[in-house]
């Protein structure tokens, strides 16, 4: 390990499995073979904080709770946070000014992946919130570099925040019982010429759906963590 030292810093809560599957990632894609050689993680797992897309679309602010709650893991001197929630980055500049370590930007970091790795595509499909779509903070970075986003129908889209929000859907614990929807949602992103699909939102990666035409921002994440500690 480069830096024994090393901490990283989880916000979780958005929702609360979410930053317990990033941990869970992390340990297995680590190289590590005794507990000794893991990587040392805290997760602070904060249901309380606003939906995010709800506060985007209503001009409420989430950020100042998110700040708070970045804070307090700086009290055990975490070398690196992340927000284990997509829709939050719409906020990220603002956000990241108000915290006193770094953080890493799960989009940014999702779309530079897919350059390095998928240069060769050229239409991204994205599954993602009403609020990380409206935002367009994926919109931009994969303009950036030439990219094309092919999104859902407004059926579709609401097909899927149904899927996330909806009383049988992944936030109410619902996960095996909806790969089968966000799979058809991914099917018709194909069909319409998406050449690789970004999960944009992480309670999609609960789903358990793999394979070389899904990008999981979860991964990408496991791997620039450690990465940056071994």
Excluded: W
Excluded at 14 to 39: C, F, N, W
Excluded at 81 to 86: F, R, Y
Excluded at 192 to 201: E, F, K, M, P, S
């Amino acid at each position: 390990m480069k830096n024994k030292d090393f901490i990283l810093g989880i916000l979780g809560g958005l929702g609360p499995m979410a930053g317990v599957e990033l941990q869970k990632r992390i340990i297995m894609a680590s190289p590590a073979k005794t507990d000794q050689e893991h990587i040392k993680m805290v997760c602070f797992t904060n249901p309380k904080i606003k939906d995010r897309t709800h506060a985007l679309q209503k001009g409420n602010d989430f950020s100042q709770e998110v700040i708070r709650s970045l804070t307090l893991m700086s009290l055990i001197r975490v070398s690196v946070g992340i927000m284990v929630c997509n829709t939050a980055h719409a906020d990220f500049d603002k956000i990241k000014k108000g915290v006193k370590y770094p953080l890493i930007n799960l989009v940014l970091e999702t779309v530079e992946y897919l350059r390095l790795k998928y240069s060769y595509y050229s239409k991204v499909g994205l599954l993602a919130t009403d609020g990380t779509l409206q935002s367009g903070i994926y919109h931009q970075a994969l303009a950036k570099y030439g990219f094309k986003v092919v999104a859902p129908t407004i059926n579709g889209q609401q097909i899927l925040m149904q899927t996330i929000y909806g009383p049988v859907g992944i936030k109410a614990g619902y996960f095996q019982n909806n790969k089968r929807i966000v799979n058809n949602l991914i099917k018709k992103l194909q069909d319409n010429g998406a050449q690789i699909i970004i999960l944009g939102c992480t309670e999609l990666s609960l789903v358990g759906i793999k394979g070389n035409s899904v990008l999981d921002p979860l991964d990408v994440m496991a791997k620039k963590i450690v990465g940056l500690a071994y």
